[in-house]
């Protein structure tokens, strides 16, 4: 599974490297609707270095059941210790986080305690998820994050 996960990482980045500085960590809508759930946890992202957009490919065409106007898009965010990436629902936008370096505390909404993600781990993101992740180690967290968005 995570060879497949590099493979297409290795793809994306082949195809596209542009930045994109207006990128943000999690969506507004996402926030919003944290917050009309009335999920627990912080509300705000604070203490995340950079979000790297290592590329993107356009899903229209590539499959029959290929969203119109979305791309399969990674990047990589580098959390500093004690950041924080706030409470959000995903809806619509299923991603995969595969923890590079460090470690980070994970609160999902399919869990009954925090989860601690390592290097090496992975974390599936599906519509209906509220989470949220803090890095409560000394350590900076780097994370590659694979996510299907609509095209900017």
Do not use: K
């Not at 969203?67 to 959000?88: F, K, Q, S, Y």
Request: net charge negative.
């Amino acid at each position: 599974m995570q060879r497949l996960l590099l493979c297409m990482l290795a793809y994306a980045a082949a195809i596209t490297a542009s930045a994109h500085p207006e990128l943000q960590v999690v969506p507004e809508a996402e926030r919003e609707r944290a917050q009309e759930l009335a999920a627990e946890g912080p509300s705000e992202t604070v203490g995340v270095e950079a979000i790297h957009d290592l590329g993107r490919i356009a899903l229209t065409g590539e499959f029959a059941a290929a969203p119109d106007g979305h791309v399969l898009r990674a990047r990589e965010l580098v959390i500093n210790p004690g950041g924080i990436v706030g409470v959000h629902a995903h809806t619509g936008r299923p991603g995969v986080a595969y923890i590079l370096e460090g470690e980070i505390v994970e609160h999902r909404s399919d869990e009954d305690a925090p989860v601690l993600r390592r290097a090496g781990d992975t974390s599936f993101e599906y519509t209906g998820l509220l989470h949220w992740w803090h890095n409560e180690s000394d350590a900076t967290v780097r994370a590659l994050v694979v996510d299907i968005v609509p095209e900017p």
